[in-house]
C-alpha cells in the first residue's frame, strides 16, 4: 500500500481519539509529511527500534511501542514456557520517556508477565545489570541514544543482559509483524504484575562497578569535571565517583538537570566537541585534570585530558578505548585465557595492544550487542577483560553487557590519576604505545539523508562504492576490500578472495599498503551513512604528537576528497 492508503486504514482501526485527529491532519497536510510518516514501519537496527516521535508507523508512539512489546511478549511466551516470565524496564531523559516506560509495562503485565520498572530515569548499563541481577528473561530501555530531541527508542535486551541478536532479532520482528492490528495489543494493565526498582537497585550496582577497579589506591588530587548533558548518569555517577574516593568533582550545574530539550546544547553527543564546551570552560577555570561527558542514557563517554603543554585536548573514541584497554591488561593478572573485543570499524590498535600481552582480540560488526555475544559464547572458556569501538562506548569486565560508560569513567580517573601520580601524562601514555604499534589517527564523517529519498540515495552510494571501487585513497593503493555483505574479502595484488567469519552486515572495508582503513556503513538507527577513517603511519621519533597527528589528518583529508566527500 502506499502512504496514504496505509493511513486511511488505520482510521478504520480502534486507535484513540487524539491519534487518529493527527492521521486525519497528515492526510491533508503536505505529501512528502505524510509519506515519511508511513511508508516503513520502524524496524530495530543496531541500537534498537529509534525513530521521531510522532503519529505514523514511522514514528515512535503508543502504537508502535505498544506492537513492538506485545510481539516481545508473544515471544518470550514461546521460548519460556511453563516459565513465569520477568522483564526489567529502566527509561532516560528523554521527552514521553517516563509515559512510555509505563505503556510498556502495562503490556507486559497485561499479558501476565512480571515487570521490574525503575521508579525513576536511570542509565542503560543499569538496566543491563538489573536484567542479570534479578534473573530476568528480557529487558527494555526506552532510549533515544544522544540522537536529537524529537527522538525517543526502544531497545530489547535478553536474559543475559545483552541487546538481542540472532536469531531472537528476526523472529522478534517476526512476531511484532504478525500483528495487523492494533486491537490485538493488550493495553489493560495488571498492577499486580508490576514491581518498582529502587535505591537498592543502584546499591547493587554501584556495588558491582566498584569490584572492577583494578588498584585500591586513588589520586585523591585528580581535579575532574564532570557534565551529564542533561541526561542520567547524574543519578549514579557522582556518587560512584565519590565511593571511590575522588571528592574534587566539579558538576556542570546548568546541564546537571534531566531535561529531554537539552536546552544547553544542540546535541548530547559527547562525540561532538560542542556538547563539551560548558565543561571544558569549567574545567579551565577549576585548572581540572580532565574532563567527563557522558550521553543521555549513559553507555557512552567523551573525555578531555591535559596535554604536555597543558592545554585540554578531546581523545577520540579509539583513544580512550586503547587506553582502557591498555591499562586493563597491564593490570589484570593473565592466566592465558583472556580476550578483549572490537569492533570492524575501529582502531586496529586494539588488536595490537592485546596482541603484544599475548591476550586474544576479536572483532565483530559494529555495536555492543556483538560484543557482548562473543562473552556468551565464550563464557566458561575465556575470560573477557574488557571492550570498545570507535564511537565512545566501553566494557570493563563483563558484570554489565552493554556500553558501560559510568565504570568506563570511573576505570579511567584511575588510570589518569596514576599515571600523574606516576609523574607521567596522558601525551606520553599515548606517544608510548604510538612508538611501539605505530601512529594511528581516526576521524569519522556522517551523512544524513532522509524520508525514502534518502535511503534510496545511501543505497546508491553503496552500490556505487561496490560497483565501482575505487584503486587507491589520498595516495595510498587499496590492497584488499571486504564487502561484509557479500561476506568475501579480495586480495586485489593477488585477485585471491577469502570468507569473511562475520554475520552479512551492509558494510565495505578498504585497506591500504600502510595500514589504513576506511569503512562505509549505513547507519541501523539513524537516517545517516557514515564513513570511518582510520589512518597508519610509523612513529617518527624525531617529530611529536602534534606534528605526527596533523601529518596523518593532511593524509584524512585526501582520503575524502578521493572519495568526494
Not at 518470550?76 to 516506560?101: G, H, M, T, W
Not at 585536548?313 to 593478572?333: D, F, K, R, S
Amino acid at each position: 500500500m502506499t502512504a496514504r492508503e496505509q493511513a486511511e486504514q488505520w482510521l478504520n482501526y480502534p486507535i484513540d481519539n487524539d491519534y487518529k485527529a493527527g492521521i486525519e491532519a497528515l492526510l491533508q497536510g503536505p505529501e512528502d509529511a505524510l509519506e515519511d510518516a508511513f511508508y516503513k514501519g520502524l524496524a530495530f537496527g543496531t541500537g534498537g527500534m529509534r525513530g521521531v516521535m510522532g503519529v505514523g508507523t514511522n514514528r515512535v508512539n503508543k502504537y508502535t511501542f505498544g506492537k513492538a512489546t506485545q510481539g516481545l511478549a508473544n515471544y518470550l511466551k514461546k521460548q519460556f514456557p511453563n516459565e513465569q516470565i520477568k522483564v526489567a524496564i529502566a527509561y532516560d531523559c528523554r521527552n514521553n520517556s517516563d509515559q512510555l516506560s509505563r505503556l510498556v509495562a502495562e503490556i507486559f503485565s497485561a499479558n501476565g508477565i512480571d515487570v521490574y520498572l525503575f521508579s525513576a530515569l536511570r542509565p542503560t548499563p543499569q538496566l543491563s545489570f538489573a536484567v542479570r541481577h534479578l534473573g530476568c528473561h528480557s529487558g527494555i530501555v526506552i532510549t533515544a541514544s544522544h540522537n536529537p530531541p524529537e527522538y525517543n527508542g526502544y531497545k530489547v535486551y535478553w536474559n543475559d543482559g545483552a541487546q538481542i541478536v540472532a536469531p531472537h532479532d528476526k523472529a522478534i520482528i517476526e512476531e511484532v509483524n504478525a500483528l495487523t492490528n492494533p486491537a490485538e495489543i493488550r493495553f489493560e494493565a495488571n498492577a499486580e504484575h508490576i514491581y518498582m526498582l529502587g535505591a537498592d537497585m543502584d546499591e547493587a550496582f554501584l556495588e558491582a562497578s566498584l569490584a572492577q577497579r583494578l588498584t585500591s589506591s586513588t589520586n585523591k588530587e585528580l581535579k575532574i569535571v564532570f557534565t551529564s548533558l542533561h541526561g542520567t548518569s547524574i543519578t549514579l555517577l557522582p556518587e560512584l565517583l565519590k565511593r571511590a574516593g575522588y571528592s574534587n568533582v566539579h558538576i556542570v550545574e546548568a546541564q546537571a538537570e534531566p531535561n529531554g530539550n537539552f536546552p544547553t546544547v544542540k546535541s548530547p553527543n559527547p562525540e561532538e566537541r560542542a556538547a563539551l564546551d560548558m565543561a571544558l570552560e569549567l574545567a579551565e577555570k577549576t585548572e581540572a585534570d580532565c574532563v567527563i561527558g557522558t550521553d543521555p542514557d549513559s553507555d557512552r563517554i567523551g573525555v578531555a585530558v591535559r596535554n604536555n603543554a597543558g592545554e585540554l585536548i578531546l581523545l577520540n573514541g579509539n583513544q580512550t578505548g586503547v587506553i582502557l584497554t591498555e591499562y586493563l591488561l597491564q593490570h589484570a593478572a593473565l592466566k592465558g585465557d583472556e580476550f578483549i573485543a572490537y569492533t570492524i570499524v575501529s582502531s586496529e590498535l586494539f588488536k595490537d595492544v592485546a596482541n603484544a600481552h599475548g591476550v586474544d582480540a576479536e572483532v565483530c560488526l559494529t555495536g555492543f550487542k556483538h560484543i557482548a555475544a562473543l562473552i556468551r559464547e565464550h563464557e566458561g572458556n575465556k575470560t573477557f577483560i574488557g571492550g570498545g569501538e570507535e564511537s565512545y562506548g566501553y566494557m570493563i569486565g563483563d558484570f554489565v553487557r552493554d556500553k558501560d560508560a559510568l565504570t568506563s569513567a570511573l576505570i579511567f580517573c584511575d588510570w589518569l590519576g596514576d599515571t600523574l601520580t606516576n609523574g607521567g601524562s596522558a601525551e606520553d601514555y599515548l606517544a608510548q604505545l604510538y612508538a611501539k604499534h605505530g601512529l594511528y589517527q581516526e576521524d569519522l564523517i556522517s551523512i544524513t539523508k532522509k524520508g525514502r529519498s534518502g535511503s534510496e540515495e545511501i543505497a546508491k552510494m553503496m552500490e556505487t562504492l561496490r560497483e565501482q571501487p575505487p584503486r587507491a585513497l589520498g595516495g595510498d593503493e587499496i590492497v584488499a576490500i571486504a564487502d561484509i555483505q557479500s561476506g568475501v574479502l579480495k586480495h586485489l595484488r593477488s585477485n585471491q578472495t577469502e570468507e569473511i567469519d562475520l554475520p552479512a552486515s551492509n558494510v565495505l572495508q578498504f585497506f591500504t599498503a600502510s595500514g589504513s582503513k576506511i569503512s562505509a556503513r549505513p547507519s541501523g538507527t539513524e537516517p545517516k551513512i557514515k564513513f570511518y577513517f582510520s589512518v597508519r603511519a610509523e612513529w617518527q621519533s624525531h617529530k611529536d604528537l602534534a606534528t605526527q597527528q596533523a601529518e596523518l589528518f593532511d593524509q584524512i583529508e585526501a582520503i575524502k576528497k578521493d572519495l568526494g566527500l
